[in-house]
């Protein structure tokens, strides 16, 4: 049999303040396999977010199994992590290629090689020629390519991004969920990717994972069977719209 | 270029400003019939640098001691406190409270006591220009170091980065823009404070030598000090402002 790389087993977070205990995350029960780009979909206090965090090895968890990594493919929890959150949070006294390199910088990885990495990585996502600049000199979704870039610095395993598009407006988002995908790739990482976003969560995803909030628990794990490369052309297909309303109906929408 | 231009015309703009108080000045003692002890003449106050006994060199040089001492100390000593304070959640709740009340004595009503304390001298001066200056830094600092976004903490961490990678590569520089608007604050201070420590007691300085010329109702003598001791402050604080340009990217400063 062959193993998934990320398996997630009755995972249960519970949040203890002084009036009662909150249940963050419960009965998350699903597999990612390498190469996947999941999107956990929900709606706020559903508890996707702390489920990244989970993986992240940022946040314990009460019950339930996580397990990340295969004999094929190893998982080294101190370096194959990559964070992509809502906002770039670039440091904002360092050129862009600088702040791409500070994970790397943790690591103590050599930096020679990093910064050939660091430049290779910008091209990818289409900041070549920004190198030098300060982040107050781009847009928006230009801080976030670079924060992409700063999430594949150390060639980790696994991606996670927390909402990353979030911040942008509609069309910035739109032509990052493309960019998004021609990175996932050309990169070949796992992905998981948080939103709130419906139609997002459908066209990035290989799979898609439904949380629902008070209670927090896991509704639905579905494979999402459109073509890849995709384009914004599936949107308006039968299929999209089937799974699109299967997710509105899960959150109580339809 | 357009840029440099708009620099050029803001720099010319501010000389002429300048330029001009002092012509209305010159003018107002001119027509006016000022008498001299009222109100000098430019000429009049530069004049006075001319009397010798005035020692003006040796004066400006124990004031510009006084302010540069007790605002090198404050910042070294302010700093440090607050790096104390973000390391020691404890140890800033226990002493911070007390700071404010501290912060909340008039340094000016310490004068006496200072004297008693520690007589007359550049000392006692530089710990009132010291004791005026020392807080804004340690709350500005404090502040910056706290004003980190957790989502950027998580980020170091899900790469295992330790407390002090998280310190030396986000905090501390994350905290600059606001230490540098706490220095700022505390350079315009120091100045008052090292002269109100020379007004209290000293027998050297130019707020000494004010109160001495004050009696023999030399007022152009008063007002080249005043002259100078505003000097000394622009030159601090533009040494601040040229550090600010040097270490803090433009975006990041707090005007």
């Given at each position: 049999m062959n193993q998934p790389f990320i398996h997630l087993a009755g995972v249960k977070k519970v949040y203890r303040t002084r009036g009662a205990d909150f249940i963050?995350?419960?009965?998350a029960t699903f597999d990612v396999e390498a190469g996947e780009l999941v999107s956990l979909v929900g709606p706020s206090g559903c508890g996707k977010t702390t489920l990244l965090k989970i993986l992240a090895g940022l946040h314990s968890h009460e019950a339930g199994n996580v397990q990340i990594g295969s004999p094929s493919q190893p998982f080294d929890p101190s370096r194959d992590v990559g964070m992509v959150f809502q906002q770039p949070l670039l440091l904002k006294w360092r050129r862009v290629i600088d702040n791409v390199l500070l994970p790397a910088e943790i690591l103590g990885l050599p930096m020679e090689r990093s910064r050939a990495r660091a430049r290779d990585l910008l091209t990818l996502v289409g900041l070549?020629?920004?190198?030098?600049?300060?982040?107050?000199?781009?847009?928006g979704g230009m801080q976030q390519r670079a924060a992409i870039a700063r999430a594949l610095i150390h060639d980790p395993k696994l991606i996670l991004m927390d909402e990353p598009f979030g911040a942008l407006d509609a069309l910035t988002r739109e032509k990052m969920n493309l960019e998004l995908l021609r990175i996932w790739r050309e990169a070949k990482k796992t992905i998981v990717f948080v939103t709130h976003g419906i139609s997002e969560a459908v066209f990035l995803g290989t799979r898609v994972v439904v949380l629902t909030a008070g209670p927090a628990r896991m509704a639905d794990n579905f494979r999402v069977d459109l073509p890849h490369p995709r384009t914004l052309d599936i949107k308006t297909g039968e299929k999209f719209g089937e799974y699109s309303r299967r997710i509105y109906r899960l959150l109580g929408m339809e | 270029m357009g840029g440099n231009r708009e620099m050029l015309q803001r720099y010319a703009l501010a000389v002429v400003s300048h330029l001009l108080l002092v012509v209305a000045w010159y003018l107002f003692v001119e027509l006016g019939h000022v008498p001299k002890f009222v109100l000098p003449s430019p000429a009049a106050t530069i004049q006075a640098l001319l009397v010798p006994n005035y020692r003006w060199v040796e004066n400006g040089l124990v004031t510009g001691a006084e302010i540069f001492g007790g605002y090198i100390l404050a910042v070294i000593f302010g700093i440090g406190t607050a790096l104390l304070f973000s390391w020691s959640r404890t140890l800033e709740m226990f002493v911070m409270p007390l700071l404010v009340s501290l912060n909340m004595i008039p340094k000016v009503a310490l004068g006496p006591l200072i004297i008693v304390w520690f007589r007359y001298g550049i000392g006692p001066n530089m710990m009132m220009a010291f004791a005026i200056c020392f807080f804004p830094i340690v709350l500005t600092t404090a502040r910056g170091l706290r004003e980190v976004e957790p989502d950027l903490i998580d980020l170091v961490r899900s790469v295992k980065g330790s407390r002090w990678q998280i310190f030396t590569k986000i905090q501390l520089p994350n905290a600059l823009p606001y230490i540098f608007s706490g220095m700022k604050v505390a350079a315009i201070l120091a100045v008052a404070g090292a002269i109100v420590g020379e007004f209290l007691g000293s027998d050297r300085g130019l707020g000494y030598l004010m109160l001495q010329v004050q009696v023999t109702l030399d007022t152009a003598a008063m007002f080249m000090a005043v002259i100078l001791i505003t000097l000394i402050g622009m030159v601090l604080y533009g040494i601040v402002l040229g550090l600010e340009r040097l270490l803090v990217v433009r975006d990041a400063r707090i005007q």
């Amino acid at each position: 049999m062959n193993q998934p790389f990320i398996h997630l087993a009755g995972v249960k977070k519970v949040y203890r303040t002084r009036g009662a205990d909150f249940i963050a995350v419960s009965e998350a029960t699903f597999d990612v396999e390498a190469g996947e780009l999941v999107s956990l979909v929900g709606p706020s206090g559903c508890g996707k977010t702390t489920l990244l965090k989970i993986l992240a090895g940022l946040h314990s968890h009460e019950a339930g199994n996580v397990q990340i990594g295969s004999p094929s493919q190893p998982f080294d929890p101190s370096r194959d992590v990559g964070m992509v959150f809502q906002q770039p949070l670039l440091l904002k006294w360092r050129r862009v290629i600088d702040n791409v390199l500070l994970p790397a910088e943790i690591l103590g990885l050599p930096m020679e090689r990093s910064r050939a990495r660091a430049r290779d990585l910008l091209t990818l996502v289409g900041l070549k020629g920004a190198e030098d600049k300060f982040p107050y000199e781009l847009s928006g979704g230009m801080q976030q390519r670079a924060a992409i870039a700063r999430a594949l610095i150390h060639d980790p395993k696994l991606i996670l991004m927390d909402e990353p598009f979030g911040a942008l407006d509609a069309l910035t988002r739109e032509k990052m969920n493309l960019e998004l995908l021609r990175i996932w790739r050309e990169a070949k990482k796992t992905i998981v990717f948080v939103t709130h976003g419906i139609s997002e969560a459908v066209f990035l995803g290989t799979r898609v994972v439904v949380l629902t909030a008070g209670p927090a628990r896991m509704a639905d794990n579905f494979r999402v069977d459109l073509p890849h490369p995709r384009t914004l052309d599936i949107k308006t297909g039968e299929k999209f719209g089937e799974y699109s309303r299967r997710i509105y109906r899960l959150l109580g929408m339809e | 270029m357009g840029g440099n231009r708009e620099m050029l015309q803001r720099y010319a703009l501010a000389v002429v400003s300048h330029l001009l108080l002092v012509v209305a000045w010159y003018l107002f003692v001119e027509l006016g019939h000022v008498p001299k002890f009222v109100l000098p003449s430019p000429a009049a106050t530069i004049q006075a640098l001319l009397v010798p006994n005035y020692r003006w060199v040796e004066n400006g040089l124990v004031t510009g001691a006084e302010i540069f001492g007790g605002y090198i100390l404050a910042v070294i000593f302010g700093i440090g406190t607050a790096l104390l304070f973000s390391w020691s959640r404890t140890l800033e709740m226990f002493v911070m409270p007390l700071l404010v009340s501290l912060n909340m004595i008039p340094k000016v009503a310490l004068g006496p006591l200072i004297i008693v304390w520690f007589r007359y001298g550049i000392g006692p001066n530089m710990m009132m220009a010291f004791a005026i200056c020392f807080f804004p830094i340690v709350l500005t600092t404090a502040r910056g170091l706290r004003e980190v976004e957790p989502d950027l903490i998580d980020l170091v961490r899900s790469v295992k980065g330790s407390r002090w990678q998280i310190f030396t590569k986000i905090q501390l520089p994350n905290a600059l823009p606001y230490i540098f608007s706490g220095m700022k604050v505390a350079a315009i201070l120091a100045v008052a404070g090292a002269i109100v420590g020379e007004f209290l007691g000293s027998d050297r300085g130019l707020g000494y030598l004010m109160l001495q010329v004050q009696v023999t109702l030399d007022t152009a003598a008063m007002f080249m000090a005043v002259i100078l001791i505003t000097l000394i402050g622009m030159v601090l604080y533009g040494i601040v402002l040229g550090l600010e340009r040097l270490l803090v990217v433009r975006d990041a400063r707090i005007q």
